[in-house]
């Protein structure tokens, strides 16, 4: 479904700033992966994302969706195929406008948008249904302004906006960081709900081991820009977290064991 | 009793007066409210407005077409803007700023060359004109300024209500949800630029009428006017009016009461010349209140914790 083709990204190039954030990085997706992606900090997790999303340009290399080259497409355009959830609760909505609103725009996506009115009835019940599935009590809020509602309940919208028009690739970006952890554990449900009922294709990226071990079914490791790990099938469902500990630790080499190996050479 | 007879004599003109900049203030909302752009090209639209209106009818043209041409020169002033912003990135603020300073240059050319042109209502038909204000008939500028400035809120009602509308009223909110459900937010700044000067553009050919003629300077801190009316607005109907067609018609209300209270302050005896001092200022207090609130709310809340 999608084809990441040795993709480079390096920021603030030729600056004592200059940072290599991806390398030459490739990665294939088939339809209906659910992959989970993990690293540290500065791994370059937010920024495939970003780049897939067409967020930032690449530097080289090139994006394939469904056989299509879409390295210079604009990201709004991108939109049309893309469901984006974010790390931040405030990013994927709109604070000021009502629930329903939100939703009707989201319904849009990838379309013309003209001079039809922006929200019909038949749309209002659509959405009365989609967010009863929360079971967070909003189907009865339409008409509440998104910037009344937890940060939970927004990033479980801003869920529903990603999927309402089924998307060919869903992606997640820490999406349940900024949440307390039942929150997070909430959100997470749904979304493995929604996943498996539209059988999304799914990049999520997480800081949660655990999360990255229960959900998906394939999973990769990121460091310095580059993929390290990439498990999946039998081995991904037989993951226990010492041993993913593990490999990070041996991909990464931050163990006093690697590090003594280097001061040794 | 004089200063009494004087201010209702005045009354009507006031209202007549803050009608038609309230169009100005209900274009002014669409770009701090909704876009939240801060747009300093309505201080040269505002007069491109009245220039091209007067021009074209000293020039024969009939009015309605003098204010359509008005919209339409408006509308391309906040075309200008917005390319400078999307397409070269320069900050809203400046574009804006850079397109109300040629203006000027351009507002001269549409003039003739003259800082000021005169359209009498004696030699020309015009819509609207301060001679009748306290008339009773149907030359009074009142209704046809109340009508136009419905028919602006209604539109406007109508258009933010679309598939369109909406998609614009999200690119104001969150930029980045509406670049993640697929909505060009540049497309969307430039349209909102532009039906927001075409307004403010409106609001000056119907004043250039008003006044009987089109002044090089009717635009000057008309952004300061244009903010006094919706933030008065907002002061006295933002609790109460929730639809969006009611907070437009507060932004008209907001203007009427400035225009009275300037007048009272003029009678008052205040001199003309510190008109826009004061009205600076009372803007900025405005503007600061809301945040003066919200410290004051987190002090005591820290008191209290």
Known sequence: ?265 | MTFLSSFLNSIPGAVSQGIIWGIMGIGVYITFRIMDVADLTVDGSFATGGAVCVMLIRAGVSPWIAIVCALAAGALAGLITALLHTKCSIPAILSGILTQLSLYSINLRIMGGRANQPVSVDKFHLLVSQRYVRDLSLNNPLPLVILMSAAVIMTLYWFFGTERGCAIRATGDNPNMAKAQGINVKNNIIIGLMISNALVALSGALLAQYQGASDINMGRGAIVIGLAAVIIGEVFFGKIFRNFALKLFAVSIGAVVYYLVLQVTLQLGLNTNDLKLISAMIVAVFLAVPYWKKLATRKKGVKNA
């Open chain 1, 1 to 265: 479904m999608l084809e990441l083709r040795k993709i480079c990204k390096t920021f603030n190039p030729g600056t004592v700033n200059e940072k290599v954030a991806i390398k030459n990085l490739s990665l294939t997706l088939s339809d209906g992966d659910f992959v989970t992606v993990i690293g540290s900090n500065g791994a370059g997790k937010s920024t495939m994302l970003n780049l897939i999303s067409g967020a930032i340009p690449v530097d080289s290399g090139s994006i394939i969706a469904n056989g299509k080259d879409i390295t210079h497409l604009p990201d709004y355009k991108r939109a049309a195929i893309l469901g984006r959830v974010f790390q931040d609760p405030m990013m994927g909505t709109s604070a000021n406008m009502l629930i329903e609103e939100n939703l009707a725009l989201a319904n849009r996506r990838g379309q013309k948008r003209g001079l039809k009115w922006g929200i019909t009835e038949v749309e209002r019940e659509f959405f009365k249904k989609s967010l009863s599935k929360l079971n967070l009590g909003l189907e009865n809020r339409l008409g509440t302004k998104v910037g009344l509602l937890s940060g939970g309940q927004r990033q479980a919208v801003t869920l529903l906006m990603a999927v309402l028009r089924k998307p060919e690739l869903l992606l997640l970006d820490e999406h349940t960081a900024a949440l307390d952890p039942k929150t997070a554990a909430k959100v997470l449900a749904i979304t493995e709900e929604i996943v498996q009922e539209n059988n999304l294709t799914t990049l999520m990226v997480t800081h949660n081991m655990k999360d990255a071990i229960e959900h998906g079914n394939r999973l990769i490791m990121m460091d310095g820009g580059r993929i390290v790990v990439d498990i999946s099938g039998e081995e991904k469902k037989n993951l226990t977290v010492p041993y993913l500990i593990e490999l990070f630790n041996g991909a990464s080499g931050n163990t006093e064991a690697n590090d003594a190996m280097l001061l040794s050479k």
